[in-house]
């Protein structure tokens, strides 16, 4: 029995930002796997739809499924090499945009800092939660980009960790869940939203043959 109904959006097949010999930058939508899963019915995904159109391909770094936005793969084992590196070492910089319930800003300042440390709910996989005692650090640096009537805050989250879940469980610490959050969210919070109000809007990276620095970016279709 699956664990969950996975039907990926098709149209388009492949949304294209960028490519050349060595990588290619992805607007992937809310809904598609980054990586297959372990299943068969889980095979669609972005990186078996880069493979089927470029040959080799390897990711630089996942986006959880719900989450939409500039998704990053090596087209060659030069890049795969170095991008992994980049990526270990946090060399790269990554900006999301999402809507939060609720008017942050009240109780905390308009930019600032969350530190709390996760792990994995063991439990409630794939959830994760907040533990002082044995989770790893998590650090995300968020940044308040509005307000709207309707109670919802549109934030900007620069994660300097990349733990699982780290921005869906960070914002719900502030008391702000992202709206459209089938794990996170209240159900007011939930409902607000068709899909998960997270994107990954823009990318930072030095290209990992040429040397030259390369930003991409993609708005946010909520």
Sequence with gaps: MALIEYYPPTDPWLDEV???NHILVINKPSGLLSVPGNRPEYQDSAMVRVQQKYGFTEPAHRLDMATSGILLFALSKQAEKELKRQFREREPKKHYQALL?????????????INFPLICDWENRPRQ???????KQAVTFYEILAHYPNNITRVK???YTGRSHQLRVHSL????PILGDKFYANPLARSLAPR????AQSLSITHPITGEPMTFNVDPDF
Excluded: M, N, Q
């Design 173 to 176: 610490a502030l008391g702000h």
């Design 101 to 113: 319930w609720g008017k942050l800003g009240e109780s905390v300042g308009d930019t600032g800092t």
């Design 18 to 20: 960028y490519r050349d």
């Design 157 to 159: 989250l620069t994660p």
């Design 129 to 135: 939660k907040i533990c002082f005692e044995r989770g």
């Design 196 to 199: 998960l109000c997270l994107h």
